[in-house]
Structures are given as C-alpha cells and as structure tokens.
C-alpha cells in the first residue's frame, strides 16, 4: 500500500464530508485577535472608510467596503461620511496554498495551469489543476485569506480597534467568506477577549435563487406600473 494510494482515499473521504454538509453549510474557522481602547459606543457611532494610498489604486477595495458595511452596520457602526466620529480601515488578501492533503511522497509526472484573477491585494484566485500517472491526480485548491479592520477615532487620530481574523481553506464564493471572516474579526466589539482566539462561523448554503435574489435589478430593468383598468361602457339610453 503505497503513501500516494493513501493519500488519493484521503482526499475522497475529505471530500465526501464536504459534499455531505452541502446541505447545511459549511463551518469556516478562523484565528482571530483583537486589540480595542473603546469601553462603549456613543451616542452616534458614525464612521466613514479610509484607505491607505495602496488601497486606493485597487479596483477590488471598493467590493471589500461593500462586503464589510453590512458587518460593521451589525455591530452598532453606522456609516456617515459626512459626520463620522470614526474611520474605518478595511483590507482583506487571499493567496493560493499547499493542500494538507498533497502528498509529498507522490513521484508521479504533472502538469498545471494556473489561472489568477485580482490584484495581489485585493479579492483573487488560483486554480491549478494535473495529471500524474499511472493515475490522474486533481489537486483540490487551498487558500490562506486573511481581514483585518482598523477603527480611528477621527477627532484624535487615535486606533481604539484593531483586529485580524485568518483562515485555511477550500476555495469558497468571496461573497460568502469575506463578510463571514470580518464578522468574525468583529465578534466581541467594541469590547472583545483578549488574546488569540478561535471563532467558528456557519455559512449558510447559497441556493440558485438566493444569489439570483440577491442580485440588484438594473435600473434600465424598472417595472411598469399596472395600467388602471377601462371604464365600462355606459348602458344605452331607452
């Protein structure tokens, strides 16, 4: 019984408790740790983004921002560029990493293509894929991401926040993960525990129609109004 056979049965189980908890999700565990000065919110927790000037020249930064708003909207930060008692930093990075299921062992020939979308930055992937013999060998895709969110008290420059949450995964829908991992990054505010911590969090499963759902209208697509219906013709006069 050779490692690389050991290794191919060991994918095949992975991957048939990842199809079996389709059904109800999946459980992203991230590593996290906070920092915050903030004994509470105020009255008017408002906050506009900022970015710093590397950010500012990534297209990917304004997809980020969209992803976090929701999240921070959930912790009691409400969003005001015209009056913001904070600032808010966001930054999130994905790269492509070695599976712990590849096995070093394998002697076997290969091949790959590998196909990156995004700025290094910003939201991207990989994909690589092989063939080694007498088998076929399909690598399944690993990635390390990383979020971090930094809170600014505006009329101080003073951090009152800082948190980092990462993750060691399969590749999952950006759209899924990225506001997950800042929720996880955000659990505890303004007051979270000390020290490195673990936070589990459940996706939920995104059917066909909810990502059809949630998906905005074009504006060109407006729906007419119903037309008000006909008046009857008058009786004829006896």
Known sequence: ????????????????????GCATGYLLDNQV??????????ATPTYRFERLPSQALQPA???IEALA???LFKYGLRRDDAAPRYSVQVSARMQRAISPFADPWDTGWGWGHPLAYGPRAGLGFGYGYGFGGPFPRMEQPWFQREVAVLVREVA?????????????????????????????ALQGFPNPPQGPRRVDIQLAQRTPAAQAAAQPAPASRAVPSAPAAAPAPAAPAR
């Open 156 to 184: 101080t420059n003073r951090v009152v926040y800082e948190s980092h949450a990462t993750n060691d995964g399969p590749w999952i829908d950006n759209a899924v993960v990225i506001p997950a991992m800042f929720e996880a």
């Open 1 to 20: 019984m050779t490692r690389s056979w050991l290794r191919r049965c060991a994918m095949a189980g992975a991957a048939a408790a990842l199809l079996s």
């Open 33 to 42: 740790q906070s920092f915050s000065g903030l004994q509470g919110l105020p």
């Open 61 to 63: 930064q304004n997809q």
């Open 69 to 71: 708003d929701p999240v």
